[in-house]
């Protein structure tokens, strides 16, 4: 019912900057809390950073605090990712997922969300 489509990935430089796009279908958009999450090979999937349905709350993981920044703009039906001063450990594949409801104190928790995207690789140099 909900279809994301992520992109901007691709090879970085450490120290560098990216944006990664997550677009959605339908019209309904502004329903969901948004979240991007990240997989390497041999490693759980992780939390990254989440949007509330306004955009006027937000969430990060410790590990990209003060590095990375969520945005959305429900006219466009497209949240935002903004990455600065990567590091090699940000190497994954980011995903983002959506969040029927109210319920923001279940951010965080990957089963909590309805619809996901397949993902984009981001990988950074060393």
């Known amino acids: 019912q909900v279809q994301l489509v992520e992109s901007g990935g691709g090879l970085m430089q450490a120290g560098g900057s990216a944006r990664l796009s997550c677009a959605a279908s339908?019209?309904?958009?502004?329903?969901?809390?948004i979240s991007w999450f990240r997989q390497a090979p041999g490693k759980e999937r992780e939390f990254v950073a989440a949007?509330?349905?306004?955009?006027?709350?937000?969430d990060y993981a410790d590990s990209v605090k003060g590095r990375f920044t969520i945005s959305r703009d429900n006219a466009k039906n497209t949240v935002y990712l903004q990455m600065s001063s990567l590091k090699p450990e940000d190497t994954a594949v980011y995903v983002c997922?959506?969040?029927?409801?109210?319920?923001?104190?279940?951010?965080?928790?990957?089963?909590?969300?309805?619809?996901w995207g397949q993902g984009t690789q981001v990988t950074v140099s060393s």
């Open positions: 997922a959506a969040k029927a409801g109210t319920t923001w104190g279940t951010r965080r928790v990957s089963y909590e969300y309805d619809y």
């Open positions: 339908g019209r309904t958009f502004s329903f969901y809390i």
């Open positions: 949007i509330s349905q306004s955009g006027d709350v937000l």
